[in-house]
């Protein structure tokens, strides 16, 4: 029994030091390199590029850390490219990089905006950041077979993994939708951040309408932050295919998932769990009583937002009565079209604010939603990968031959699961952390939109006030 | 003084102010400006009471009174201050005293009363008489009328105003005696009949009509925003949910919670401030209702003028037929078709007697005919005159105001955004420490 290493209840990790330890963005733990759980680099590429070290020749972020930051920066060195990216000659009449890149280098995204977009998101821990994605300028696309929207995804980093400093492509949802799952399958034991949801009514929603396009980018733009931001996913070669590649299909059949083989096979079935380690407990709690919670400010959200609107329309009605009032006096004409045009004002005011919530806070709830959905699968997936440990130990346990060494299975079994909770404990302490930059900023931001909501209001009216008195000054003067 | 000049105060009896009654009321508008009632005297309506008692028909009924208090003026200045004479109504008295006023001073644009039942509602209020925010409306309503009618040129100076003010008993008694409900039925009755009057004096076409638009759109404007405000209470009731939610997540989150349990706070404040904004907006909607009603005043001395308008075409028509019968009857010949032309004519001419006769009957009636004719010419002459004089008074003060009105009712809506402004502010402030 004591030659088995048993999976220790209470989720601590101490074995796994290297977690705690190091400040650069962490890494699972090294402990199998070969068949882990833990994210493989990516495999070896196959187009030849100069300057692009070798997958084995690449350090580990997690070991030596000055080391690999150093490293780091010898190779941040360009290096002058030729063959990775060839856009250069196909007749772009774009400007290009020195190495024949083509960067759009138009107003939006010029450097500088590039970058200013990009620091509104806190340095947490002041972690440096070497990865910059953006997602913008989205265009419709139409063919015989289909219409279809593409954004611009523009990439800006020193990462070596990168051939290039910077990036230009342009992708549709169905590519985001590819990466996804592809981070899913390959890093299954991370949270993977949501995207926004892929079918819509036809009938009901507009596809093509700007609301609903530009909700849907700044979704998109917020999934390949989150990536960007996460230490393992960031480095994921999936992920950085999407960046880079100039054609996302052709990409798609030559990646290889060679030191994933069996470690994909993680939705195993019909293991019953023994206990649940307390931490994860926890979490699961957490994440349903959360998703309660968001669902009762959504719907709190969404009825302000339909009374409101109810408002507005009598708003919009009350309005032009002070009008045609005003047409039949003299008088009185002046100050009835003062108070018309204020409520009118008002509706305008409004109708910003109403939209505003619409399109800028109540996504940002449902994409939680799904967030959460996703964390529940992977805490179910870890529950699963305990629960086969546990059955394979206590067989392994009641074995009959005590002196034979303990399967090698079962070991492996053993670090999957130390592997799993250990990433899984690493992205939920980050995890926690963005939700309240998140919820911060949301909330903060709901607050905002109110707040200039009623100063347009006190603007319009305060502005009325003289243009009513006035008259009456110059009246009792000439009196 | 206004009691100078004359006690001959029109007594309502007989037929509508003859020319000396309309002169006399005339003069003691002309007394100096300012002799009116509220500058020698104090009224205001203290207070409210219910009351329970048997009404006409001895069954057992719940009503309100108000305390109607008065006091000289210039007792107050001296520094006396002693106490005001007051006595109770009930708003029937006021209808009463007002219908009065109505058929004495035809003429006069009558300041309305408060509303019997609460209308233009919206879902928070209720249409209950008896209800304490509508009691208080009332009351407010209730002054805001006896202080019109006292500021009044012709209206203060009523025996019959000024005994409402302070003799409680009797004073019911006194205004029957008056015998006006005789000439209210009837005026009801003229006022709601149709004819047509040739030449109507431009004006008060053109006012009657004014007052139909003004009637519509105050209508109107009530009507949406009552509407409006059932919704606003809506938005801001809402918000209150944020507050219960925003406390229990705090409980599942550790150093989110006290910025979300403290912005949860100012949620439940946000969603309760709607309360007094609102009562705030009824009263701007009373000042509305005010001058909807007022409309119907103004309505009701323009089709008086009709009234006497036709009333001396008639008396004209009708002398100008009277002429006819009498040329014709004189020359023999016949114009126009009448019976009694065609019954002469089959049956034989009438005796020289008769038709001798006849002529001085018809002599007679044309000679009263044009007695008429002149009385209803001068009065409607000094209808027309006294009747515009107060229609341009009630312009004057109508736009004074409204346009007071549409002011109060900007720096309401000022108050309101200066409000929702700050109860965010704490909230974001709460929101940022999260």
Redesign the interface.
Known sequence: MSAVPLLRGGGQLTDVRCLSEIKTPARSSEISSSSSGAMSLGTPRSLASSGQKNIQDIRHPLCAAEESASSRSADALIHPGSGAATGGGGGEKDLSLPNGTPVETSSPASSSSLLNRLQLDDDLDGETRDLFVTVDDPKKHVSTMETYITYRVCTKTTRTEFDLPEYSVRRRYQDFDWLRNKLEESQPTHLIPPLPEKFVMKGVVDRFSEEFVDTRRKALDKFLKRVADHPVLSFNEHFNAFLSAKDLNKRQGLALLTKMGESVKYVTGGYKLRGRPIEFAAMGD?LD??TQ?LG??DR?AQ??IK??S??LL??R??GP??S??SS?EE??HD??E??SG?VSNCSSALDELTEDMSEEFLPVLKEYVLYIESMKTVLKKRDQVQAEYETKLEAVVFREDKKTPVPTDVEKCQDRVECFNADLKADWDRWQNNK?QD??QL??GM??K??Q???K??AA??S??PS??D??EARDETN | MADSGSEEIAVIGNTDLTPSESENNLKNTMVEKGTNLLKRMEINVAEAEKRTGKNAVNMQETYTVYLIETRPVDAASEGTNPVPDSLWRRYSEFELLRNYLLVAYPFVVVPPLPEKRAEFVWHKLTADNMDPDFVERRRVGLENFLLRVASHQVLSNDKIFYSFLTEENGWKETVFETGFQAKADSRLKALNATFRVKNPDKRFADMKHYGDELQSVISQLLRVRARAADRLYGVYKVHGNYGRVFSEWSAIEKEMGDGLQSAGHHMDAYAASVDDILEEEEHYADQLKEYLFYADAVRAVCRKHELTQFELEMAAQDLTSKKQQREELATGTVRTFSLKGMTSKLFGQETPEQREAKLKMLETQIEEGEELVKERNTECDEYVKSAWVDIERFKEQKDHDLREALISYAIMQISMCKKGIQVWNNAKECFSKM
């Open positions: 957490y009583m959360f919670k009762t400010i709190i009825r302000i009374e409101q109810e408002f009598e708003l009605e009350y009565v002070y045609s009032w039949f008088e009185l100050p009835l003062g108070v204020c309240r919820f911060r909330l903060t607050a905002d109110n707040i909501y009623y100063e209001c006190l009216w305060e009325l006030i009513l008195q008259k009456q």
